[in-house]
């Protein structure tokens, strides 16, 4: 996430409601693009807790990652493009997909 961006009283251990916004995405380490990692779990450590299952209401489906030690690297050849967005409803994308959000 973009330092800084949070707002006000949002950050480790808040509950959060639907559609809340939490931050502004941003690039870290070796990323070629704007991407967020994060964990659900059913307690506020990550340790002792269980992660927990989750499901996007609704998703674009836009490509996939067809070589992910490329992306990593910054090697060509990185994505195999949708038809055409494809959207998706009440799912998870899986390892390689590349999505937005409406």
């Known amino acids: 996430m973009q330092p800084g961006s949070a707002p006000p009283g949002i950050g480790a251990g808040s509950l959060l409601r639907r559609g809340q916004v939490i931050g502004r995405v941003g690039n870290t380490g070796s990323s070629t693009a704007p991407h967020l990692h994060f964990h659900i779990t059913d307690g506020p450590l990550a340790v002792g807790s269980e992660g927990r299952?989750?499901?996007?209401?609704?998703?674009?489906?836009?490509?996939?990652?067809?070589?992910?030690?490329?992306?990593?690297?910054?090697?060509?050849?990185?994505?195999?493009?949708?038809?055409?967005?494809?959207?998706?409803?009440?799912?998870?994308?899986?390892t390689g997909d590349v999505v937005d959000f409406p």
């Open 53 to 94: 299952p989750y499901v996007f209401d609704r998703f674009n489906f836009t490509r996939v990652v067809t070589n992910p030690d490329a992306v990593e690297h910054n090697g060509p050849g990185r994505f195999r493009p949708a038809p055409a967005p494809v959207p998706r409803h009440r799912q998870l994308p899986l």
